[in-house]
């Protein structure tokens, strides 16, 4: 098992400004952080000037975007493809179930989001909400985020996540991380953490604030 995956998923929040006075409050140090990478999925507006604040301040942070297009560069207006998101990120979220709901993006749109990034050097953390869906054969990282714990404050259970998890590893040999996600905060992040099977976790609400995600990162 490799290092644990600490991510943060702002959404569709925040402007250039409260993104850069985020990333300053931010409150954690290399010392902190062994067997931890800490992940910025910021909007792609941020993306540009949340990577030149962490190399610029040498920040332990590494950059993800929450989504790509299926396509690769070319005549798709309003897409955003892999290479140009490799400029400034190591990592891609995709198949997010706000986005299969709200965009009805489907396996084989996700499959190809999944190739694309892959071939283009991008790592895919590909989510799930349940233990039976399909994932492409190329991920290696897997978020699993139950619909009823996103948003809510209802977490899963430790022992749940942890048995999905471990399904989700078993049924698929490539998969090398399994992530929880779904109303993690500071108080409940070590309880996931310390499950066998899980290797990190993705924040959406609790990331929104650099005191409560570097919390997190502290408890994890
Ligand atoms: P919350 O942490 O707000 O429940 O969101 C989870 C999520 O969807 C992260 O991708």
Known sequence: M???LILANWKSNKSVIEALGWLKMLNISETN????????????????????????NSLPVKIGTQDVSPFKEGSYTGEI?????????????????????NFHEDDNVLANKVSIAVSSGVIPIYCVSDVGMKIPSEVKIVAYEPLSAIGTGNSDTPEDANSVAKAIKDANANITSVLYG???????????????NIDGVLVGKASLDASDFSKIVQNA
């Open 81 to 101: 493809n892999a290479i140009q998101i490799k400029e400034f990120a190591k990592y891609v979220l995709i198949g997010h179930s706000e986005r299969r709901e």
């Open 33 to 56: 952080l062994e067997n931890k990478e800490v992940i910025v999925c910021p909007s792609f507006t941020a993306l540009q000037e949340v990577s030149k604040f962490v190399a610029e």
């Open 182 to 196: 779904g109303s993690v905060t500071p108080e409940n992040v070590a309880n996931f953490t310390k499950m066998e």
């Open 2 to 4: 490799g290092n644990h």
